[in-house]
């Protein structure tokens, strides 16, 4: 097939867009059955919302049969209103499924423990169960579009590709012990590389049990924001790994800030649209963390977070362990702590600071109150007091004086990238 590749870093316009989902489809004008796999709305600046809209209007114009199942993993379920915000009205609730990452499996194959160990240097050795929702394979679909944003990530290094698919449509194993993964062979050495043990993982298991088997077209953006608006600087469109090649080494020209030193005081937005647990909010401490100076602090403006986890089990765990740092995780993992939810161990690990420097979480305490902040580990403040001080109204993206003088930088959309210093 042609693979389609469009760039313009002042940013591509939806006609352009349009021009190039409509030379992509022309190569598939046969296939009757599609589904659309985006992100959810937690990666509401990929603009996965609107590509999905115009492969759906251009699908269906040819009489297709056209389902929309959002990339979850282990979120929560996208409401009405996030459907709304991310699918306009164009996909109708009839065309949508939900995937339930405990139920909906079926298993592929395993990634030997063998592998395991080698591509994480002997840090984690165990075999990998590879699943995938059943209706991807089970001949639902003679089609599948896998859409999303290609961009710094702590477990795999950047985001999507077939991530989409084996985190956003997989099971508990895959998605736990990858998460482990890579928090075992560090974050810091993993966030923003291309080819990092994760994604090595996650190439063998679609070498094995996806190409040739299962019917998948990736169509991957690199993003930036101008104010308020979604920019659109690259798509990239294919079956091969090439067009994930190539977006990443966009998203790491356009998406990565380089700082020359290190920065004392860092304040984070995370919109209350998408931010409702730390689970998703603690991207501020990920995207941040190669920025923040040792003694420093990270101030989370959270004002809608409300949960620690996207579900009640990892929640639980959360609030029974805190975010207590790697060696005591690690340990605790060791004793078989976590039972079957690994991934809670490496969101615990990737969320704590290990010491090195000072986390405060800004909620508002009807939501989440002081009490449970303080509970995990984390120091807390009130979000109203905070957003008055630091917030979105009053700051601008980068260095900030505040009125007693303090200065920090701050950071409106830590998930649209990465930020680091040296």
Not at 186 to 193: K, M, S
Not at 240 to 248: C, D, F, L, T, V
Not at 342 to 352: K, R
């Amino acid at each position: 097939m042609e693979e389609i590749f469009l760039t313009e870093e002042s940013g591509l316009s939806d006609e352009a867009l349009l021009e190039g989902i409509r030379r992509l489809l022309s190569q598939y004008r046969d296939r009757k059955r599609v589904l659309l796999v985006p992100p959810d709305f937690t990666r509401c600046f990929s603009y996965a919302g609107e590509i999905t809209r115009m492969l759906y209007r251009e699908l269906t114009g040819w009489g297709a049969l056209v389902h929309v199942i959002p990339a979850l993993g282990t979120h929560m379920e996208m409401d009405a209103a996030g459907k709304k915000a991310f699918f306009s009205d164009v996909v109708p609730e009839e065309a949508m499924r939900v995937h339930r990452w405990q139920t909906d499996t079926v298993k592929l194959g395993t990634v030997p423990a063998d592998y395991v160990g080698g591509i994480s240097g002997g840090l984690f050795r165990r075999e990998i169960e590879v699943e995938l929702n059943r209706i991807l394979v089970d001949g639902s679909y003679d089609l599948i579009f896998s859409v999303g944003q290609v961009v710094p990530h702590e477990v795999v290094g950047m985001s999507n590709y077939s991530k989409n698919l084996f985190v956003g449509l997989g099971g508990r194993s895959m998605i736990n012990h990858s998460h482990m993964l890579g928090a075992v062979c560090g974050l810091e050495n993993v966030i923003g590389v291309t080819d990092s043990p994760v994604r090595a993982l996650y190439d063998y298991a679609q070498r094995n049990y996806l190409d040739g088997k299962v019917p998948v077209c990736f169509i991957q953006t690199v993003t930036t924001q101008e104010k308020d608006r979604v920019v659109v600087n690259g798509c990239f469109m294919g079956e091969s790994r090439k067009p994930y090649e190539k977006a990443a080494a966009l998203s790491q020209k356009l998406n990565v800030t380089h700082l020359k030193a290190p920065v004392k005081r860092v304040v984070a937005f995370m919109d209350p649209a998408e931010c409702k647990s730390t689970w998703i909010s603690n991207k501020a401490i990920y995207r941040t963390c190669k920025m923040i100076a040792d003694g420093g602090e990270l101030l989370v403006l959270a004002p809608g977070v409300s949960s620690f986890g996207e579900n009640a089990e990892a929640d639980a765990m959360i609030r029974r362990f805190g975010y207590c740092g790697r060696d005591k995780v690690l340990k605790l993992y060791e004793e078989g702590a976590f039972g079957s939810l690994s991934m809670v161990a490496a969101h615990l690990i990737h969320g704590s600071s290990n010491g090195r420097y000072r986390i405060w979480y800004a909620t508002d305490p009807a939501k989440l109150s002081r009490k449970d902040v303080e509970s995990v580990g984390y120091d807390w403040a009130d979000c109203g007091e905070m957003l008055r001080r630091f917030g979105p109204e009053v700051s601008r993206e980068g260095w900030n004086t505040a009125p007693d003088g303090t200065e920090y930088y701050f950071v409106g959309k830590p998930a649209a990238g990465l930020w680091q210093a040296g």
